[in-house]
């Protein structure tokens, strides 16, 4: 069934179907191809002359914020823009030294000597060798540095003023009023 006097404005053909202006979709696409492209030269010439960022060639743009004169030219200068982002984004502080006016805390533990020697029953071969060669080492007047039994300032739950450890400070099995507390620890030290 076709409409009498209707034709395709773009080739000519008469119009089937319920169709009114274009005989396919083909010359529906091209017709509106062709009007995009004379609006986009109508108002390219508006738009003035420039360089290309990358090669530096005379173009005319199509549009006022395209910079580029190419689509390898434009791709090159996306993938400056994407570097430059990185840069940005991965952009490290510098570290400063440390003021010499800031000394770095020194925590001092109170060793002592001795030459009575404690040791472990064990029938292991490797420790009646170690026991013989510290007895030799105190009969020959030697002395054994003992440390001190409380941990190192490398354990980030120790009180450093104190010693103390923080389940003690903040409440958790917290049995002594604080001169209970200092006074043990002047006895540890």
């Known amino acids: 069934m076709s409409k009498k006097g209707k034709t395709c404005s773009r080739c000519g053909k008469e119009l089937s179907g319920i169709r009114s202006r274009f005989c396919s979709d083909t010359c ?4 509106k191809r062709s009007q ?9 010439f508006q738009i003035p002359e420039r360089d290309c960022e990358i090669c530096g060639k005379e173009f005319k743009p199509i549009r006022g914020d395209v910079t580029a004169c190419s689509k390898s030219c434009s791709r ?6 994407q570097r430059e982002r990185r840069k940005k984004s991965r952009k490290l502080e ?10 770095p ?26 026991k013989n060669a510290v007895q030799d080492f105190v009969a020959k007047g030697g002395t054994i540095e003992q440390q ?6 490398k354990i980030p739950t ?3 003023k104190f010693g103390f450890l923080a389940e003690d400070v903040f409440g958790f099995g917290w049995e002594k009023n604080s001169d209970e507390l200092l006074e043990d620890y002047n006895d540890r030290n």
């Open 28 to 31: 529906y696409l091209a017709v």
């Open 36 to 44: 995009a492209k004379e609006y986009s030269q109508k108002f390219r």
């Open 76 to 81: 090159i200068k996306t993938r400056q823009k």
């Open 94 to 103: 510098i570290v400063k030294p440390m003021k010499a006016s800031v000394k």
């Open 105 to 130: 805390i020194k925590i001092q533990y109170k060793v002592s000597y001795h030459t009575e020697p404690k040791f472990v029953n064990s029938e292991d071969p490797k420790h009646t060798k170690l």
């Open 148 to 153: 001190p039994t409380t941990p190192g300032s």
């Open 158 to 160: 120790v009180n450093l």
